[in-house]
């Protein structure tokens, strides 16, 4: 939206993530598909507009998940994330 000058839809977008989108909830997904699409397209968002809010979505709600996927002692990755890490 941004690239292609919808400023109106991503205002509409930017309220929705701000208002709306939480990532406490009960169900598996996978790791490698959270990452690239929704971790990579707040962190696109972020570097493209400079809005701060997509840069704490990512940080404080998904991007804690994706890391807590790493499986002590020897860091291996798991292929699955759900709410309780």
């Not at 208002?19 to 971790?39: H, M, P």
Request: net charge negative.
């Amino acid at each position: 939206m941004w690239i292609l000058n919808l400023k109106k839809e991503f205002k509409e977008a930017r309220t929705w993530v701000s208002k709306k989108l939480v990532f406490q909830k009960d169900v598996d997904v996978n790791l490698f598909e959270s990452t690239i699409r929704i971790l990579g397209g707040l962190l696109s968002a972020y570097h493209l507009s400079g809005d701060h809010l997509f840069l704490e979505k990512a940080e404080s709600a998904l991007g804690a998940q994706c890391a807590s996927s790493l499986v002590p002692p020897n860091w291996c990755v798991s292929t699955e994330l759900d709410e309780n890490g």
